[in-house]
């Protein structure tokens, strides 16, 4: 079974920064891709970056240039630094993983794969 976990997250003014942790541990041999999700009060789960299995990285219009995905595969962590935040980057953030084979960029996850409970982020004005 694989757990995930997320920290780091926390209560920021706007323009500051938070860097997330998402630690995967249980059955973690194979490959597999990574990636972020976000979702505010009342809104929708909504993509915010993913890591493919070449390493390769891809990110949301909205957060891009200003977060950056990265991981270290001897920890099973993944991180999300969090730059120049804005209020409307006020949500729990949630990561997730997909074995397999993936590249490009892309993490195809879906309900069935693992996620983690989440860390909560909010950005004050």
């Known amino acids: 079974q694989v757990q995930l976990v997320e920290s780091g997250g926390g209560s920021v003014q706007a323009g500051g920064s938070l860097r997330l942790s998402c630690a995967v541990s249980?059955?973690?041999?194979?490959?597999?891709?990574l990636g972020w999700y976000r979702q505010a009060a009342g809104k929708q789960r909504e993509w915010v970056s993913s890591?493919?299995?070449?390493?390769?990285?891809s990110y949301a219009n909205s957060v891009k240039g200003r977060f950056t995905i990265s991981s270290d595969n001897a920890k099973n962590t993944l991180y999300l630094q969090m730059n120049s935040l804005k209020p409307e980057d006020t949500a729990k953030y949630y990561c997730?993983?997909?074995?397999?084979?993936?590249?490009?960029?892309?993490?195809?996850?879906?309900?069935?794969?693992?996620w983690g409970q989440g860390t909560l982020v909010t950005v004050s004005s």
């Open positions: 997730a993983a997909k074995w397999g084979m993936y590249y490009g960029g892309q993490c195809p996850l879906n309900a069935r794969d693992p």
């Open positions: 890591m493919s299995t070449d390493g390769d990285t």
């Open positions: 249980g059955y973690t041999s194979g490959t597999y891709c």
